[in-house]
């Protein structure tokens, strides 16, 4: 079956612009995460959304990031006025129910590249 | 704080050695501890978790509760299992267990022939 999709897979922007990434989750996954991969940093959480609602967004690095989720299933990660340390691989999953006993199945992921 | 260790950033061996990867954790409670694997070009998934108890591709990782550790193990490397391994913890039962992972900052395995 289908897995987790991302698009863009790559996005080359200028510093300042916006950018929106996509995330198409597993069809029937009510839970929906956004990690970031970046060389410095490793991977890191940056939002949890349990159906369209997200009750964890501790790991959003500012303001300019923000991310919906509409329908249950599509998800949206917008970063407004992008820096250049927002270059990173942002990951996307789902899983069946928000839980660490379910399966969390990921994305091939975006690359940003904020010139 | 929760954290998750993984000292080495990059471990070689040779094809047919043993092959321990190293992870550390701290957590207030009893998370759940997992081990994700990113081969080239390919997504990041699961390779195995410490409820299932399984032994997957020949790897094996024990919780010691007490080293607060969660080692991964394999006795005879393969080629194939050169990539780079994650650590990775997630809050245990009750109402703050969103699944919500939180990684280490990842060991390169490489396994020369």
């Known amino acids: 079956g289908a897995g987790v999709s991302q698009s863009p897979s790559n996005k080359v922007t200028e510093k300042g612009k916006d950018v929106e990434l996509r995330c198409d989750p597993i069809?029937?996954?009510?839970?929906l995460y956004w990690y970031r991969q970046s060389l410095g940093q490793g991977l890191e959480f940056l939002i949890y959304f349990q159906g369209n609602s997200a009750p964890d967004k501790s790991g959003l690095p500012s303001d300019r990031f923000s991310a919906e989720r509409t329908g249950g299933s599509v998800s949206t990660l917008t970063i407004q006025r992008t820096q250049q340390e927002d270059s990173a691989v942002y990951l996307c999953a789902s899983s069946l129910v928000g839980s660490s006993y379910n399966e969390q199945f990921f994305g091939p992921g975006t690359r940003l590249t904020v010139l | 704080a929760q954290r998750v260790t993984q000292p080495e950033k990059l471990l070689s061996v040779f094809k047919g050695a043993p092959v321990e990867l190293k992870c550390n954790y701290s957590?207030?409670?009893?998370?759940?501890l997992f081990w994700y694997v990113q081969y080239s070009r390919q997504r990041l998934q699961l390779l195995l978790r410490h409820i299932s108890r399984e032994s997957i591709k020949g790897f094996t990782a024990d919780l010691n509760k007490g080293e607060t550790s969660f080692h991964l193990k394999k006795p005879f490397a393969q080629e194939e299992d050169s990539a780079m391994y994650y650590c990775?913890?997630?809050?245990?039962?009750?109402?703050?267990?969103?699944?919500?992972?939180?990684f280490g900052q990842g060991t390169t395995l490489q396994v020369k022939p």
């Open positions: 957590y207030s409670g009893s998370p759940e």
């Open positions: 990775a913890l997630s809050g245990g039962g009750g109402s703050s267990n969103t699944g919500k992972l939180i």
């Open positions: 069809s029937g996954h009510t839970a």
